[in-house]
């Protein structure tokens, strides 16, 4: 039986009484976000879309993961960013990469400008049956526009025009945009992005969706997830809502002069979960000349590189860890008579066991040395797990950004670099 996510703020230094010193605020938020669901430019149809998503669209997904998985080997997503990272985390943390039966490999591209990179991709999908997804609102952003021409071309050189536009997948704005221009004029199949839904906060949307059915994962138990996440985080008395005590413990923190956030699991499959999480909360704070700087760590492999730094560094950091309570597997440690390796003393233990308790030391030697750590709990890892954490942190970036003062649903400063780019190319001479 799961019990949600629960957040555990006792080593912080944060009483109840310091929480909850922000109910007025969270309120005044809470109301104002959802105000807002109903406006296009405002960015925040995420709120309710776990519940009122796109039946048609979802059934969609599915057929096309149906026909992929029939005739592919491999399925190649062409994005950056939100188009790509949110799905990415779901895949990583849910499929077993090592496993034969997992029927079609998903590879990612169009997230950086590197040839070599693609050039190796090129070579290993040369022999191999291929499909494409690309997902962008606009279709302009560099590495995936670039990317999907070099693609294309391979796919037309190999299948030929028509068949290529069998096995090409568009997921895009429904009316607007250069890439719904090339979807329509190709015939190509398209899945639509809601226009109210900025591309970081977009995973449950076809964004996500379509890569994850296609590896064969439940996206029914996904959406499920991230329906019961909109139901208990809709609740605007702070008291009762984790989700609204995690924005404002990461918020006192900050001004308490703890402005790096470092966001920590036990769980190597969490890699691009915590990839995703980063993007989440830098690209929605980062503004203004403030903000909370998001960076990650897996343990206990990170201990060996930045707990030194951790431990004995800057005093302005503090911890996120996303403790998964209970391992899908398991190894029990065994006896060895001659005990060169001095490992008897756990002979008979978990390997689990043993995780666990690497956490908790490490939990007690990073609070003793003045580093703050928020402990989020979840039970069990899997696809209904997963759609509640990828709302849960949605909804505390919203709340989160709204209470340091931003907008934590534009990202102007990214577009500074493609000017400059730009402008070396010589696009606008």
Known sequence: MENGIKINLKYTGISNNDILKYSEKVKEIHNKLNKSIEKKQEFTGWITWPQLYDKKEYEKIKKIANKVQNDSEVFIVIGIGGSYLGARAVIEALTNKYKKENKVEVLYVGNNLNPNYINEIIDYVSDKEISLNVISKSGKTTESAIAFRIFRNLMENKYGVDGARKRIFITTTKRKGALYKIAMQEKYIKLSVP???????SVLTPVGLLPMAVTGINIDEIIKGAQSAQEKYNEENLKYNECYKYAVARNI???????????????PKMFYFI?????????????????????????TTDLHSLGQYIQEGRRNVFETILNIKNSESDIVLGYDEENLDELNYIAGKNLSYVNKKAMEG???AHVDGGVPNIIINVDYLNEKTIGQLIYFFEKACAISGSILGINPFDQPGVEKYKENMFKLLGKYE
């Open 362 to 364: 490490t939990i007690k």
């Open 195 to 201: 226009e109210n839904i900025g591309g970081r906060y």
């Open 275 to 299: 990839e995703w999480w980063k993007q989440l909360f830098g690209e929605s704070e980062g503004k203004n000349y403030s903000g909370i700087f998001p960076t990650g760590v897996t343990y």
């Open 253 to 267: 923190l900050y001004e308490r002069e703890k402005n790096i956030e470092i966001f920590g699991t036990y769980e």
